[in-house]
């Protein structure tokens, strides 16, 4: 303690007994030092961000302390005057002194493995800057927000060098996804996020991309994607299927190499979601920010450009979009329609603000086509799990409990908040259809399962594991009017540090 007030110049014991900092979880305290000469005292800026009592191992803090960290950073620095920036977290406080002794602390350095460098580096670089993009240059020129960015170098005392490369590929992705769900739906529908990803893989040749227009998608299969094209049949802007592949290094130009997993992320891509003709209608419809419910889509593609930075070996991974708009016009999908999924399914439309189902089953159908062996399909799906799990917490649904786990470790290294949510299948009944072969919707109670159940039906289970994560919650920072680019950070985490092929 006595060492690190030296350098600084201040003490720092004082100025939080004076502020009342005591290092709970959400409390933060920012110092502004005197400028000086010294170059042994170089800090303008001190920022105490408490994380609490830890709650990861042995009670150090866990990667999504570290990430709620990183974020308060983020959020509180003045980064239009920074050049630099030093992070030390703090692993326990100790006390020595008897009763009447003044008493002393000691503050240790925490040392941090590749994983919980990345959580907090990534939260910092991803969020740093606001989005300003859509204000005018008049209005740019007159802002006074003081976390403008300029290029700052990090520092992490106790840092690990593989973490913070991760961490900037990471945020890179972070911020892709952030950005393409704070876009208005004006600039994003499903022909320029086509043209976005098309964008990402004309930078290397380890990325393909190819788009199926809506012709492609009616011929793909014995029937074609009639769930799909149902949902964007009622807007101009036709509906966009898009592939990215990444394909590791050592196979390019190598027919007989055979990856050692073989994964497809699908992410939904409704750019824009009125509802169809069950039209989202009154207080809490959320109607006027729909457009985050792309941010399955904006998580995939912001997943595959920062697997492209990191380059992991042995690897075939499937990036997909199904891209439309969920619109009202005379050519739009009716509620009591029969659509036919590309297997054959038929479906009764029972509601067409269930569309995200709709769209995502034609696509896993498509993934399992490609020979994908793993898929994490990535949607702002249910309502209902908002309500079960609130805005911060996202919830995973997997058939196989060993891939479930896994799934739920690399959340928790990533520092993503996700929860176990059960595949009660007693509620597959509410999904029976008196004239179809099943119906689109349940009853309200239990809707995120019955959602994750209607999508459990389009998957081999026998050749192919699965897990559906619903984002509807954490893909949004209502308090802040954000996105928060969730997502990106488990998915990079469970390719690179998944490990072993999955067992069904």
Known sequence: MGKLESALGISLAQECATSGFAGKEGQSLYLHVARSDDATKPAKQILLVGLGHGMGEKGAPSALQLRNYGLQIASSMKWNSLESLGLLVVGECTKAGGQGEIEKKELNALALDTAETCAVVSAILARAEPDLRFRSSRALASSTDSRKKNDVAIYVAGGDRNGLLRGSAVARGMRTALELVNAPPNYVNPTTLAAFAERIASTSELLACKTLNAEQCSAFGEHGMQLFLGVGSGSVNPPQLIHLRYTSPEFLGDGNAEPSRKI?????????????????????????????????????????ETILALQPPGVQIDFIVPACENLISGGAMLPGSVLRASDGTTVEVNNTDAEGRLALADALLYAQDQGAEEIIDVATLTGACIIALGDETAGVFAHSERFAK??????????????????QHAYAKQLKSDIADMKNTGTRAGGSITAALFLHRFINHEKVSWAHVDIAGPVWDAAKGTGTGFGVATLVHHILGGGQTSSK
């Not at 992320?265 to 824009?272: I, N, P, R, Y």
């Not at 799934?407 to 908040?417: P, Q, V």
């Open 264 to 304: 497809a992320v699908v992410g939904k891509g409704v750019t824009f979601d009125s509802g169809g003709y069950n039209l989202k209608v009154g207080e809490g419809s959320m109607i006027d920010v729909m457009k985050f419910d792309m941010g399955g889509a904006a998580a995939t593609l912001g997943a595959a």
């Open 406 to 423: 896994r799934l739920l470790e690399s959340a928790a290294a990533a520092g993503e908040s996700v929860w176990r949510m059960p595949l």
